[in-house]
T-cell receptor, first 114, second 114 residues
Framework: GNSVTQMEGPVTLSEEAFLTINCTYTATGYPSLFWYVQYPGEGLQLLLKATKADDKGSNKGFEATYRKETTSFHLEKGSVQVSDSAVYFCALSDRNTGFQKLVFGTGTRLLVSP | EPEVTQTPSHQVTQMGQEVILRCVPISNHLYFYWYRQILGQKVEFLVSFYNNEISEKSEIFDDQFSVERPDGSNFTLKIRSTKLEDSAMYFC????????????FGDGTRLSIL
């Protein structure tokens, strides 16, 4: 079946540091890939998405590239801010299930200190 | 920006009691979903709903669970006879369409079973 694997957290960084959160996936079909972010006390917000191989999703300085050859969708940001502290979830949806079900990774907590 | 709203934010219920979790999806959205997240675990898909019927459900969504769209705005999740292991955060989501349309999430209802 489909699955998503994320790096364990928490990831602790100083402000302006470079961020990478690793995500790899297993899918039987042709997945679309997503990053969601959850700020404290809030729901999941879509951060970015990519729907086919070599697509790059970007938003708010975050980027992720859909790499079919390595089945990866790593999240990066060049310079993190304290306000980026949150839990980040990698997820996929699959054409074989009509794209109706999101399969999530375990989430990675990011802590940014001033 | 339109958002998905969920009520209540926290529900405490005795084991064996029925509970109804409520959601108001974004008004022009056609697909509706429930997910849950047991503390410390992954966000898991429960059910998707379209055109007044369930379109997909997971193995978690057994006979104790049901969903309903009782009017034009609400989308509810009912658990008939709650168990201790039903304690979790429950997220409602909606999307404009299937395919690659992003799912928009509410802030969740924390369900505590005593």
């Amino acid at each position: 079946g489909n699955s998503v694997t994320q790096m364990e957290g928490p990831v602790t960084l100083s402000e302006e540091a470079f961020l990478t959160i690793n995500c790899t996936y297993t899918a039987t079909g042709y997945p679309s890939l997503f990053w969601y972010v959850q700020y404290p006390g809030e729901g999941l917000q879509l951060l970015l998405k990519a729907t086919k191989a070599d697509d790059k999703g970007s938003n708010k300085g975050f980027e992720a590239t859909y790499r079919k050859e390595t089945t990866s969708f790593h999240l990066e940001k060049g310079s993190v801010q304290v306000s980026d502290s949150a839990v980040y979830f990698c997820a996929l949806s699959d054409r074989n299930t009509g794209f109706q079900k999101l399969v999530f990774g375990t989430g990675t907590r990011l802590l940014v200190s001033p | 920006e339109p958002e998905v709203t969920q009520t209540p934010s926290h529900q405490v219920t005795q084991m064996g009691q029925e509970v109804i979790l409520r959601c108001v999806p974004i008004s022009n959205h056609l697909y509706f979903y429930w997910y849950r997240q047991i503390l410390g675990q992954k966000v898991e898909f429960l059910v998707s709903f379209y055109n007044n019927e369930i379109s997909e459900k997971s193995e978690i969504f057994d006979d104790q669970f049901s969903v309903e769209r009782p009017d034009g705005s609400n989308f509810t999740l009912k658990i008939r006879s709650t168990k201790l292991e039903d304690s979790a955060m429950y997220f409602c989501a909606s999307s404009e369409g299937s395919g690659n349309q992003p799912q928009h999430f509410g802030d969740g209802t924390r369900l505590s079973i005593l």
